[in-house]
Antibody, heavy 118, light 107 residues
């Protein structure tokens, strides 16, 4: 059973870059036809898809965030990562990594809270 | 973007009740729809994909229906562990979008 675990700083200063890593266990990140996604959820609010990377390395991003987002994969570490630049308080949220076929999200990490504050 | 609209935003129900949640897409998405359950402090859990396919391990009291723009999630007999927030999500394009959520509360 594949498992995902987010890690990274819980506090980021405004205008800086948020960096998170998702470590995958129970399966290889480079096998199968899966998309590896980042999704976020501000406190008490709904879910927002940020972007994804395919096993081939191709990426898709939410147009609303595209200018600030980079998703990459490190197959040697079985990890994929999110970088979100020029953050503001509006980027404060629980960030989830997820895996799925197509645009479904079948497996999720537990989530990590990132607060943007000086 | 494809907008997803759920109704109601909340519902109060008792154990054993039948609960129905609807989701409408702003444009046709065929059967590219999923339903998730989220409990406080936890990640969402996939219940239904392809509008009506039950994810492995999910109890059969959950069912989904619909195609095009209108979809339904039904819980046939509400159990104590089903009190949670439910989200629909369209998977028709790479830009996945979610409904605003429906909170199922204890009556």
């Amino acid at each position: 059973q594949v498992q995902l675990q987010e890690s990274g700083p819980g506090l980021v200063k405004p205008s800086q870059t948020l960096s998170l890593t998702c470590t995958v266990s129970g399966g290889s990140i480079s096998s199968g036809s899966y998309y590896w996604s980042w999704i976020r959820q501000p406190a008490g609010k709904g879910l927002e898809w940020i972007g994804r990377i395919y096993t081939s390395g191709s990426t898709n991003y939410n147009p609303s965030l595209k200018s600030r987002v980079t998703i990459s994969v490190d197959t040697s570490k079985n990890q994929f990562s999110l970088k979100l630049s020029s953050v503001t308080a509006a980027d404060t949220a629980v960030y989830y990594c997820a895996r799925g076929p197509y645009s479904y999200f079948q497996h999720w990490g537990q989530g990590t809270l990132v607060t943007v504050s000086s | 973007d494809i907008q997803m609209t759920q109704s109601p935003s909340s519902v109060s129900a008792s154990v054993g009740d039948r609960v129905t949640i609807t989701c409408r897409a702003s444009q046709g998405i065929s059967s590219w729809l999923a339903w998730y359950q989220q409990k406080p402090g936890k990640a969402p859990k996939l219940l239904i994909y392809a509008a009506s396919s039950l994810q492995s391990g999910v109890p059969s009291r959950f069912s989904g229906s619909g195609s095009g723009t209108d979809f339904t999630l039904t819980i046939s007999s509400l159990q104590p562990e089903d009190f949670a927030t439910y989200y629909c999500q369209q998977a028709n394009s790479f830009l996945a979008t979610f409904g605003q959520g429906t909170k199922v509360e204890i009556k």
